[in-house]
């Protein structure tokens, strides 16, 4: 069946420095989603990619959807505190969304 | 606006017992699902519903089951829990659609001693 793997699984960084976490499917990707856990919560919907090659930002995020739509990043620029948290790629093809096992991000102030 | 709505929130079971978790939703969505999560596994897909009266199964659907009568709940049963079901288990619904934003509830913390 469909896969979705991501990493890195942690990512450790000094606050103000940058952070990216890879996504990637083993089948053709319609869309891709892209959630946020905070610590203790539940996962939040940030934003959906679906054409090939396509760029979209929220402010310090930008995520991408690759050419072949098989994988996708998310980037952040300048992390902050407030950016804790498991971020989490979902790819759906023909089934429910299949999320990947996600990023656990720390951010050191 | 409620929302998705998941109850109770903590949990703590023997093994062998049986219990269901509540899911239900005020957004008149289709889809409705059911995951479980583990330290190191992401978000893993336990059964799904596109509509009242249908259901399907996920990743990982053995020890569990669903029923969907109505569009607003999506409960899900543990027919005799084990230690292996100790879990976070999420529900979400989403609009008609695969790949649609799917909207979380707050989660279901389950023990099984």
């Known amino acids: 069946g469909q896969q979705v793997m991501q990493i890195p699984q942690y990512q450790h960084v000094q606050e103000g420095e940058d952070f990216t976490t890879y996504c990637n499917s083993s089948?053709?990707?319609?869309?891709i989603q892209w959630y946020k856990q905070r610590p203790g919560g539940h996962p939040v919907f940030l934003i959906q990619?679906?054409?090939?090659?396509e760029v979209k930002k929220q402010k310090r995020l930008t995520f991408q959807f690759g050419e072949a739509k098989k994988n996708s990043s998310l980037h952040i620029t300048a992390t902050q505190t407030t950016d804790v948290g498991t971020y989490f790629c979902?790819?759906?093809?023909?089934?429910?969304?299949?999320f990947g096992k996600g990023t656990r991000l720390s951010v050191i102030a | 606006n409620a929302g998705v709505t998941q109850t109770p929130k903590f949990q703590v079971l023997k093994t062998g017992q049986s219990m269901t978790l509540q899911c239900a939703q005020d957004m008149n969505h289709e889809y409705m699902s059911w995951y479980r999560q583990d330290p190191g596994m992401g978000l893993r897909l336990i059964h799904y519903?596109?509509?009242?009266?249908?259901?399907d199964q996920g990743e990982v659907p053995n020890g569990y089951n669903v029923s969907r009568s109505t569009t607003e709940d999506f409960p899900l049963r543990l027919l005799s829990a084990a230690p292996s079901q100790t879990s976070v288990y999420f529900c979400?619904?989403?609009?008609?659609?695969?790949?649609?934003?799917?909207?979380f509830g707050q989660g279901t913390r389950l023990t099984v001693v």
């Open positions: 990619l679906v054409k090939s090659g």
């Open positions: 089948t053709t990707l319609s869309n």
């Open positions: 519903s596109v509509g009242a009266g249908i259901t």
């Open positions: 979902a790819g759906s093809g023909n089934t429910p969304l299949v």
């Open positions: 979400a619904s989403s609009r008609q659609g695969l790949g649609v934003e799917a909207f």
